[in-house]
């Protein structure tokens, strides 16, 4: 695996792999790597010749008072695992070099980005966007791999691709779960004792909001109450939003029709987590599937 920290550097990399013809993978990561990162890694390796995964905590992408600082990083672990997996180049960027001081340009995807995390973490995704803009720019890819877990994150770069003319397919793959159905996150290692055990509420309450559904409730503020009185039950649990959506503006609707997004953000004590169910109202009497929930209940 080739280790490459130099922005430079890697665009030199990233033109010969172009010159060979080969289809460019690529995996954007801030690093202390997991199931669900390792997922989108296999995809790439099975799907592309060359995979890329870069490690990038980026700064712009948090607000001030958010986590920053404090956000793990295991950089030698990380490394060994992406070894295993095979992968060819591990991109991961300095800050001063990301942004240098005088730096003063930002891409913005707007409407998508009014609701849900966008509301409550303003600027936030014109720090994601602008961010993978440039590494899209530096790094080539014909394909980027993203998880459903940010399921928000990944409206937004779907339409940041297609408004921009950039020649990438996107990817975006279920949600990995732990055992108890707690989407996996790296910030989940700040959870430990009765708030790790309570943060499993959130894929509990979407598991209840898809029943609700099932069972033919389309009361968009009904399932959205039940949601609510679920995590609520745990003290150590403060919502931040509940939200059901259509899947192609992400506006909140009245009536669940159609596919259908419930996305919860709560704070698991100081932990903010997010999870998203995609319900597909229609085909709620047949025997149809969840995506990314519980096993035995696991994405097609
Ligand atoms: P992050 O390092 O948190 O910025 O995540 C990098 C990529 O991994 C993003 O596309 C995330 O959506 C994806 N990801 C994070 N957690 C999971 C998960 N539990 N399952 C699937 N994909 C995930």
Redesign the pocket.
């Known amino acids: 695996m080739k280790i490459i920290d130099k922005i430079d550097k890697m665009k030199t990399h990233a033109r010969i792999i172009k010159k060979g013809n080969k289809l460019l993978g690529f995996?954007?990561?801030?690093?202390y790597l997991?199931?669900?990162?390792l997922?989108?890694i296999r995809a790439a390796r099975k799907q592309s010749d060359v995979v890329t995964v870069s490690i990038f905590v980026n700064p712009i992408q948090f607000g001030q008072n958010e986590d920053y600082k404090k956000y793990p990083r295991d950089m030698q672990r990380d490394e060994e695992l992406l070894k295993n997996y095979g992968v060819d180049i591990l991109f991961y960027p300095e800050k001063k070099d990301m942004y240098p001081a005088d730096f003063s340009t930002y891409v913005n995807v707007e409407k998508l980005t009014d609701g849900l995390c966008g509301k409550s973490r303003v600027g936030h995704f014109r720090g994601v966007t602008t961010v993978l803009v440039k590494l899209f720019e530096i790094i080539k890819p014909d394909i980027a791999?993203?998880?459903?877990?940010?399921a928000q994150?990944?409206f937004v770069i779907k339409k940041m691709i297609k408004d921009l003319n950039m020649d990438i397919t996107m990817k975006i793959?279920?949600?990995?779960?732990e055992a108890d159905g707690l989407?996996?996150?790296?910030r989940n290692t700040y959870l430990t004792g009765t708030l790790r055990k309570d943060a499993g509420l959130l894929n509990r309450s979407l598991i209840l909001a898809a029943d609700l559904v099932r069972s033919g409730e389309k009361d968009a503020k009904k399932i959205i109450k039940s949601i609510k009185d679920f995590l609520l039950a745990s003290p150590n649990i403060k919502i931040d939003y509940i939200a059901i959506t259509d899947t192609k503006e992400l506006r909140d609707i009245a009536v669940v029709r159609g596919e259908t997004l419930v996305a919860v953000s709560a704070f698991v004590g100081k932990t903010r987590l997010i999870d998203n169910v995609i319900i597909n109202e229609k085909k709620a009497q047949e025997n149809w599937k969840y995506d990314g929930l519980l096993s035995g209940r696991q994405a097609v």
């Open positions: 995996v954007p990561t801030m690093g997991h199931e669900g990162h997922s989108l791999y993203f998880g459903q877990k940010d994150q990944a793959l279920p949600t990995v779960r989407a996996m996150s790296s």
